[in-house]
Each structure stands twice: as C-alpha cells, then as structure tokens.
C-alpha cells in the first residue's frame, strides 16, 4: 500500500469515528426542555376583520336648513349632551314663510273652487231631472266638479310641504345624544343643501361596527356569536354580538358587510380590529400553539415519555388560535407536550424537564 493511500484510509477513519461520536452526543446527552400537559376543553375558531365604530341607523342625524336661511339661534356646542326637545337651531326662512302663506291662500282657493263646483253639479242635476237642463250642461258640470278635486289635492299637498319646510325653522332634538359635530354659527347664511351641514347629533350608547368580511367566511358567521372588539391605546371594551349578515355581496372585492354591536362608550370613528367567533368544539384536546411543529404540510407534538425521552408525534389539526391548537389525533389529554427546547430536537432524545 502507497503512503499517499494509507493516509486516505487513515483520515477515513478519523472522520468516521468523529461522525459517530457527535451522533452519540445528538442523542445521548439530556436537553433541557419546558413541558404542559395536554388538556380537554373548548376552543373557538375567529374570524378577523377590521372596521370603524359608527352609530347605528336611527341614532346619527345630519341637520340642514330647509332652505335658504339665516342661523338666528344655536345654543348647543360640540359635546354637548341633549334630550328630546331641546332647541337645536332656529333659522330665520323669510322665503319660506311666504312661500306657506302663498300654498295656504291657494289651498283656500281650491276648497271655494270644489264647493261652487259642487253646487253647480247639484243644480243641474236636479234641473236635468226636471226636463230644464241639457245632458251636455250636467256632463260639462261634472268635468268641473273632478277638475277641483283634483286641484284641491294637488293644493292640499303642496300646503303641507310648504308647511312643513317652514316648521322645519325650529329644530328640536329627536332623542338623547351628543352634538358630535356644529360648522356654523349663529348669523351665518346658509343654502339648505346636503353638503352644507350645520350640526350633527349622535347617540352615544346606540353604537355598531361594520367590517367587511370575505365572502368565504360568511358561512361560518352566525347572529348573537360573541365577537370580541380590540381598540389601539386602551383597555379592551366588553364584547360585541354579531348583528346582522348581509343581503349583498360587493362583486368588485368579493366581501360583503356584517354588523357587529358595540358598547357604549367607544367614540363614533375610532378604527376597531374584530374577531369574530365562527366555529366552536367543545371537549376537545388542546396544547400550546408553542409544542406544534410544522414541516412544510406536516405537524407534529414531541411527548415526554415515561423513559424521560423526547418522542415525535404526528398529529391531526384542528381549530387553530394563537394561544392553543385543538388535536384531532396522535395526543392524549394528560400527555407532557414540549412547549420550549424541541427546535431542532431529534427523536428520542433524553430530555431534562425544567419548572
């Protein structure tokens, strides 16, 4: 044997001998590890959405003049609390006064318009049965008579609107709530059209969320489920309930809104995080989010035996949170499931339970 090749041989064997005793030290020396034992109970799967606190229908109102007006009175600052029948506004519509003195003078018209007409109808009526009058004058006479009711409705009608955008001068508060918004003051003039807004009133404790939800999840969404409200910079309020599911879904981002109730006390257009709880098993084996470990699409769970050894079990997942994951299969309630030491832990090795 050459010398160049006995030295092959020889850096062989050392490398051999190396190999083997770093296998010896992977599997025999004890690793320290923190363990929890597997427990029965109750898990919920979420549904996460994001959305911004706003009143719900019936407790937000936008006030506007009724008209081209002048603010004559608004004693109600931003955050001040109101009751029902507190003055809101009070607008100074010269305009619109006429314009009711006018519809009313013309519904009185039409009113004297349909009883002459009447009366002319009546007349002829009975001279036709006499043999006096001409079927031609009783007809012409009945055209008459349709003519002024009709005109009295029509009259009736507009006296009422005209009426009522006047009474719209005095405005008086609906329900309880808060003047979440005032863009006016009084002597200013204002058009009366939507985007010119004078005061905003809301409800304080009539509160909901709308977040959008990807039409997937739908399905999982039940009315009345808890779903739980996470606002930035502050103690978590109390839980919502889901509210309502929708009758439409957006085709242009394939989510559709559902309604969840929110406690008093969150400020109309604080931005919230939702979970929302969608599927729930009960008597289920639960472990630590920390003792699952994941390789590509497999999961697994090392288990302390009674040996004071590390086994590798397979498992089947269930539902999933961030605290714990429910297993369908492959652990027991009871077992002690590594939750700290396990990365890169080979199967079977000798482990040294910590507190």
Do not use: Y
Request: glycine content about 10%; proline content about 6%.
């Amino acid at each position: 044997m050459s010398r160049r090749a006995l030295v092959l041989l020889m850096a062989t064997a050392l490398l051999a001998c190396h190999k083997k005793a770093a296998e010896e030290v992977a599997t025999e020396e004890a690793v320290d590890v923190e363990v929890e034992a597997a427990h029965t109970g109750t898990i919920r799967a979420l549904i996460t959405a994001t959305g911004t606190v706003a009143p719900a229908p019936g407790a937000d109102w936008t006030i506007t003049a009724p008209g081209p007006a002048r603010i004559a009175e608004m004693p109600k600052a931003e955050g001040d609390r109101v009751r029902p029948g507190d003055l809101l506004v009070r607008f100074d519509a010269p305009t619109l006064d006429a314009d009711a003195a006018a519809r009313a003078a013309e519904l009185g018209q039409a009113r004297a318009n349909l009883e002459n007409a009447r009366k002319n109808h009546t007349r002829l009526s009975l001279l036709l049965e006499k043999g006096i009058a001409a079927r031609k004058e009783v007809e012409d006479a009945r055209k008459e008579l349709l003519d002024a009711e009709a005109a009295l409705r029509g009259a009736t009608s507009a006296a009422s609107n005209a009426g009522e955008l006047a009474g719209r001068a005095v405005v008086r508060a609906r329900f309880s709530g808060v003047i979440a918004k005032r863009t006016h003051n009084p002597g200013d003039t204002v058009d009366g059209a939507a985007g010119d807004p004078v005061l905003r009133v809301i409800d304080p404790s009539r509160l909901q969320v709308s977040v959008s939800v990807p039409v997937g999840d739908l399905g999982r969404i039940v009315v009345g489920r808890p779903a739980r409200l996470v606002v930035s910079g502050g103690a978590p309020p109390p839980d919502g309930r889901v509210l309502s599911l929708p009758a439409a879904v957006d085709p242009a981002t394939g989510t559709a809104t559902v309604r969840i109730s929110a406690p008093p006390g969150l400020a109309a257009g604080t931005p919230v995080q939702v979970e929302i709880v969608a599927e729930e098993h009960t008597g289920v084996v639960l472990v630590p989010a920390a003792a699952v470990v994941r390789e590509d699409d497999k999961a697994a769970v090392f288990v302390v035996g009674a040996d004071g050894k590390a086994h590798r079990h397979a498992v089947t997942l269930g539902i999933e949170t961030a605290e714990e994951v429910e297993i369908e299969t492959g652990v027991a309630a009871g077992e002690k499931v590594i939750v700290k030491g396990h990365e890169e832990l080979p199967d079977g090795a000798t482990v040294t339970v910590g507190e």
